[in-house]
């Protein structure tokens, strides 16, 4: 494989950067309202489901969208190469992004299985093709610094994303935000085919080596089996991990966790050595997502109901303007006793699906009245455990942030901080004293488990939960995170790329996704606990004590993992 050579980062990697900035973008605009629409009523346009049905599909959905690289990886690897993939794979997830702005339950589910499978096809050969643009020896030493680059690209994405998820959803609704989601997606295909002629030579279809399995018989031993525990673990009387789809998701991992165990026992030594290395680390990475990942799910909902998010005069004053503040009312119906205040809704909602829907305008007067209702039940939510000196007098608003734009926090954070940690691994490298990549791994979670403590402080600074937290808990929280995830996500992809055996990588960048996925599914189940536990304290303290536990491992397997890359002429 040939490589330009040069003094500085190749050109395809400004190529990849631009093409994964605009897929996270959509990616992560669909993801930073998803909880949010599932919870939200039908009558205001979203699905109307429960708490614990809104966890479970969330944690269905994030493990699957991240189980599915595992297929086509090995695809990508063996028959399609990364390029062809990549585009499938955006135009897949596109098209799902815009079937989700039809507000209906077919189209729902038809949606995220689009965006799995395609995600499946886009997001472990984009991050292999990172990989290769370093592989020539003059270029090695950047991988991480490459990797870290690429990472900032997906973050300039995922903050930009929830601004326009904000406007998009205030003043046009849930299905314009969707939309603008696969904008986005098709906006990265366009960079990735206009900058072609840099990456063209990295994309290179591995041929099979004399006993390798064939590329059949790997998704006859892993694919099929999958689908078959899958099923079984579906059928099961009762459940033991919460839900039939828990059940049904952690069963049906086994035959691919199991694939590739074999492959590291039946692999020659020195292969097989750097597979397990590579597995000890992906089943401590599994915590990590299993606590970062509830940023959609339970700390969007920690935001939305237990978090101050009124805004200060000077910004509401150029936000309304704009069309970006969500906006709060007090009046008679809002300010009622509870009684009264039911009786008021249920009545304005028999209006409402009383009121006639045969033409345009009275379609669209039934949704602006549907509108006015939701605005009334969100107001008296957020008034609940607010100050009374802090409540508009009546007949007055209130305008605040809007809950998705604290989704832009966390890669508000790596944008900032990106530079900073690549400065200081660049000055210890410089002096000899860089850590090891697993090292690197081994500090990320220990910073991720202080993050949680942060959330501690959160729910005491709120009494637990009777009055609204400060904005800042969230704002630390995720900054805190964010320097253990610098040191752990693109230190992960850039570890699979050096550690993986040439001939696999693509294949066990998938395991480093299927790693992801099972602490995506996690984080929706551990998620799933946060209405049931009282003390929302203790929530936080089982995150810390899960990551923790990861990081202590780790560092017990430290001297092991670095002899292993020692071995394979990495660091």
């Known amino acids: 494989m040939s490589q330009p050579k040069s003094a500085t980062h190749p050109k395809g990697i400004w190529v990849l950067f631009g093409t994964e900035m605009w897929e996270r973008f959509g990616y ?8 949010l629409y599932m919870l939200d ?7 109307g489901f429960s708490p614990g049905k809104k966890s479970d599909i969330y944690g269905t959905y994030l493990g699957l969208v991240y189980l599915t690289p595992f297929i086509g990886g090995l695809l990508a690897d063996r028959l399609l190469g990364y390029r062809r993939a990549i585009i499938a794979g955006g135009l897949m997830m596109s098209a799902g992004y815009f079937l989700l702005s039809v507000h209906s339950n077919t189209t729902f589910y038809i949606a995220l299985l689009l965006i799995i499978l395609g995600n499946g096809f886009f997001k472990p050969n984009i991050s292999t093709m990172v990989g290769n643009l370093y592989s020539a020896d003059e270029l090695k030493d950047k991988k991480d610094a490459g990797y870290n680059i690429f990472y900032m690209g997906i973050n300039v994405g995922a903050f930009i994303c929830n601004f326009v998820a904000a406007y998009m959803r205030i003043n046009y609704g849930w299905g314009h935000a969707f939309a603008a989601a696969g904008v986005g997606m098709l906006i990265g295909i366009t960079v990735f085919l206009l900058g072609t002629k840099h990456i063209k030579h990295v994309d290179v279809i591995k041929p099979l080596k004399e006993g390798d399995m064939s590329t059949a018989k790997i998704l006859g031993l892993t694919v099929l089996p999958m689908f078959i525990f899958g099923i079984l673990g579906y059928l099961i009387p009762g459940n033991f991990l919460g839900t039939d789809t828990n059940d049904a998701f952690i069963i049906g ?16 030594a020195k292969e097989s050595r750097a597979i397990k290395a590579l597995l000890a680390v992906f089943m401590c990475v599994i915590l990590f997502f299993a606590i970062f990942h509830q940023n959609g799910d339970a700390l969007t909902v920690w935001a939305e109901d237990h978090t101050n998010r009124a805004m200060p005069e000077s910004v509401s004053t150029v936000a309304d303007k704009i069309g970006m503040a969500q906006v709060v009312v007090n ?20 209006k409402e699906n009383a009121m006639p829907g ?13 509108n006015q209702v939701a605005q009334l039940e969100k107001s008296r939510k957020y008034f609940e455990t607010l100050p009374e000196n802090e409540i508009p007098a009546k007949g007055s608003d209130l305008k605040l942030f809007s ?3 604290y989704q832009s926090i966390n890669p508000f954070w790596v944008v900032v901080l990106t530079p900073l940690v690549v400065g200081v691994f660049g000055f210890l490298n410089a002096r000899g004293k860089e850590p090891s990549t697993p090292t690197k791994v081994a500090i990320g979670l220990v910073i991720t488990a202080l993050s949680a403590l942060v959330m501690v402080g959160a729910v005491y600074s709120s009494n637990h939960l009777e009055s609204k937290a400060s904005s800042m ?19 992960g992809l850039s570890l699979v790329s050096k550690l993986s055996p040439p001939r696999i990588t693509a294949l066990m960048m998938g395991g480093f996704f299927l790693a992801i996925s099972v602490g995506n599914k996690l984080s929706g189940m551990l998620s799933g606990l946060w209405e049931s536990t009282e003390n929302k304290a203790n929530f936080f303290y089982m995150n810390f004590g899960l990551v923790a536990a990861a990081a202590l491992l780790m560092f017990v397997m430290l001297k092991w993992l670095n002899s292993v890359m020692k071995e394979n002429n990495v660091k």
Not at 28 to 35: N, P, W
């Open 253 to 268: 991992c086994i035959p691919v966790i199991g694939f590739f165990i074999y492959l590291a026992i039946k692999s020659e």
């Open 358 to 370: 045969t033409t345009v305008e009275e379609l669209k007067a039934k949704a602006e009245f549907g």
């Open 28 to 35: 992560y605009l669909m993801l930073g309202i998803f909880s």
């Open 403 to 405: 809950t998705e734009l």
């Open 473 to 491: 808990w969230l704002i630390a929280s995720y900054g805190v995170i964010t320097i253990g995830e610098l040191c752990l996500s693109p230190m």
């Open 331 to 350: 009046n008679d119906i809002v300010s009622a006793d509870a009684e009264t205040f039911k009786a008021e809704i249920a009545a304005m909602r028999e």
């Open 41 to 47: 009523s039908w009558n205001n346009g979203g699905m």
